[in-house]
């Protein structure tokens, strides 16, 4: 076994040149963490505090403007397959069939020969074998996003980071989605890095929940989840962290 | 085959609806299909047969209202009527076989085709009247439809030979201007360098009509061969060029950024995301280079090349030979139109996620 995968930020800061006027966006700032394989970190924050961005420079798609972000020591370069990524759209290639969309980044790779069990193995987790033919504009949101996320568990990332992957989904295909990605994350126990919206989600899911604030985009503070899977929803604990996250967002009732 | 006991009887939408198991594509179009009454029916089946009394006519027509010039070879215009209906009347039967098995797509077609194949008998009937029987259509300048046939094949060799030059010529001047568009059109549309020099090119020699290049080409070009190809590829290479580039930069940065994530190199990135989402475009572009490049080669074979179906033409024109003329244009059509349905097949098979069929 190699050493459990650490991955490090240090003093990460993003800015962006504004389109419009002379300005700079600073979408983060003086961003510290440190990440181990094995957590399911759920990050929540109000829009625009670059909790997204830090998802992507952690992907690789965004190179920081200050500070490293280094896995095992290793500084982030660009995108991998290794650092897969599911979105809040499942943008699933259009003109690619289910199962060739699956297959894409073996494809990419020219691993598909070896691989091709895989891929049927996969399409029967997500329950989708009988669709495998079919184009993405026929899927459902909910089959699209399992496409997408099944696309990228293939490749069987160290870290998986995940974009408000279930925000577009409808409040039952959701649970039913939160349910599968853990089941998956526990038997595969990588790192799992969630960006959501959605406190009781961030909850539910995660073993720490990172809690972020705009202008310019840094952490407030984080709170680890000491709850067993599966969790309750209602259970008094689990409104407790989630009155403790509404307080430190300023949305508490101690506000008032 | 139960099922089409019942679909038999007249039944209401709502009670056909419960089909118990599985239901297959055939039948789903017939329950989505309103029901129809028996008379309906009937007229139904005679419309489909009707193109067999108009060609009867067409036929009693020709034979026995006496000619008003001499017509050679008169047996060739009515081997040319049968021959279509007979070749209708075979489907007509395979599509009655296949009714009572219950597939009923192709009688569907037919019963959407008939009318207007009746339509091209009665037409071809005034056309006769107008022209061999009366010459009330601008005799000599328009031929009886027996007349072209005869010339046709009277000159079949040279027409061939024509044929055969022209299409060398549009097809070598269409993949040249295909294959450098979608070069150009690439490469600008990934790299803003190379549109920056490439674009003042595009937006000067693009809205020019290719055949305003003529004159020049005859000067510059070794031969008027090389020219015409030249000019057939200017236009086609536009129409792709400028399709190619609007198709890739309408790109959305996600599908770069998840082939990316899933370990697409930049190669990769143009091969697997930028040109199958730019197909539809590149795919209309080529459609219209086409169009340009068949009458760029008309243009060209009519005022500079010596062969093919446009000298034809305007040879046969200049020794009066209408039906020689005629002859040739309906070959134009004929090829014209076959290219395009072949674009247009290649088009379908290559966009068929787009048009989002339902599953089988």
Redesign the interface.
Known sequence: MSDPLILKLDRVSKHFARVETDGITNALEGINLELHEGEFVSIVGTSGCGKSTLLRLI?G?LRPTTGTLTVNGEPIT????D???V?Q?P?L?????VEKNIS??F???HKLKENEAQVSRILDVIKLTAFK??????LSGGMAQRVALA??LI?QPKILLLDEPLGALDAFTRMNMQDEILSSWRTARQLAIMVTHDIDEAIYMGTRVIVMEPHPGRIMGEIPIKLDYPRNRSSSQFVEYRNQILDMLHFGLNEK | MGFRKENRRHRTASEEIDIPGTLTRQQLFALEQKDKTPARRAWDLCVTLFPAPACAAALLEYGYIPDKYSNAYPWRYVIFLLIPLAVYLCVWIVSRVRCAKGDRTLYEKLLYKAPLYTAIYLFLLLFDVLTLKTGKLMYPFIPWVNDIINAALGDWNMLLKSTLFSLRLLFLGYFWGVGVGLITGIACGYSSRIHYWISPLIKILGPIPVATWLPLIMLLFPSLFSGSVFIIALGTWFSVTIATITGISNI?R??F?????????ER?LVL??AI??A?PNILQGMTQGMNSACIALMVAEMLGVEAGLGWYITWAKAWAMYNRMFAAIIVICIIFNGVTRMLDFIRRRAL???I????T
């Open positions: 992907a798609l660009g995108p991998a397959p650092r897969g990524m979105f759209q943008t290639f259009p003109w690619l069939t894409f980044s494809r990419m790779r033919d079919d184009y993405p504009s026929q696309r990228t490749c | 959305d996600a599908y950024d998840a082939a990316r994530i899933l370990g697409a190199r990769q697997h995301v199958p989402h197909m068929r996620w787009q989002g069929v339902t599953r």
